[in-house]
């Protein structure tokens, strides 16, 4: 099969397309025909060299895909030859051909087709299992999400507004300002002309927030920590300007009762991307479903294309997913 080869690693050139055998699935797996696949922060950061795949994980980059079933391992019950799923992936999405565990492929939301739906699986499994199961949102609280016009923010606005919450999200510039208001942010703030810590504060008042989604770190921890409300929640899902904190007072933890998480998906074991995904398809399919929740396709790239599509995705400007077609 044809796959996309990221060599010994480093900028976008280092893509190619290659040639491998197709993988075989395990007795829980399935082998999946890639239609398309999902471009995300993480596949740049592995292309680099520096998030090397969990042990038994495809070496190919790749962390979502739709497409249909090409083979059942000897113990899938849930899925047949030939349906049509969009999956969560340990990697290997890049290719024609990939193998997912049965329990971490999902039906296609209803009205979706195969495009809208490689949007899905990562972004929102990752906004379920930090905001909803980690950060424990619920209808009426205060939610700051950072990066609020990338793949994962404009997901954890939309998710965070179904939940019933205010969402406040930092972008950029004026256009993700516009994006993030288009999928239901109540308060933009850009980051780079205000002060976002100035700014959440005029808008939940003394009150403070309730949970913030943060993938930007560095100096920013400080600040998040003071953004918090009582009982508040802070969820680390990257460190894009570094997880080292200088000098750092954790009193407000213990007086304020705050909570400091976070998570990285891929690591996790499959029973828990299993959970997630029932947490997806009973919760967020009916929202996919009735247009509650939506994906935003910034563009799709021929598979020929990866190199721009890394392009794009290291130069930030993108309004939402960028995908690659298989086939
Ligand atoms: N922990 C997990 O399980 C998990 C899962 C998936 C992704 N991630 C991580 O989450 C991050 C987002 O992934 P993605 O796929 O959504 O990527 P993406 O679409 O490229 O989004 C990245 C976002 O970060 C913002 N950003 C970058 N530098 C910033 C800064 N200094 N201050 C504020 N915002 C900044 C960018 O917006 P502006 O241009 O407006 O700054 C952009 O919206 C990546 O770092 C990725 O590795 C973690």
Known sequence: ???????????????????????????????????YAGVNGPD????????????????????????????????VTRWKVGDTVCAL???????????????????LPGGFDPERAAAIPENFFTVWTNLIERARLAKGESVLIHG???GIGYSAIQVAKAWGATVIATVGNAEKETF????????????????????????VDARGIDVILDMVGGDYFKKNLGLLALEGRLVQIAFQQGSKVAELDLMPVMMRRLTITGSTLRAQPAQNKARIAEGLLTYLWPLFATGKLRVVIHRVFGFEDVVAAHVM????????????RLR
């Open 1 to 35: 099969m044809r796959l996309v080869s990221h060599g010994a690693g480093g900028g976008p050139d280092v893509l190619s397309i290659g040639e491998g055998p197709v993988p075989t699935p395990g007795p829980q797996d399935v082998l999946i025909a890639v239609h």
């Open 44 to 75: 740049i950061v592995q292309r680099k060299g520096r998030y090397p795949p969990p042990p038994g994980a495809s070496p190919v980059l790749g962390l979502e895909v739709s497409g249909s079933i090409a083979t059942v391992g000897a113990d």
């Open 89 to 107: 992936t340990p990697g290997g999405g890049y290719a024609e051909f990939c193998v997912a565990p049965a329990a971490h492929c999902l039906p």
């Open 148 to 150: 609020g016009s990338g």
């Open 180 to 203: 993030a208001r288009s999928v239901g942010a109540d308060h933009v703030i850009n980051y780079r002309t205000q002060d976002f810590v100035e700014e959440a504060r005029r808008i």
């Open 313 to 324: 995705m290291e130069a930030g400007q993108h309004l939402g997913k960028l995908l690659l």
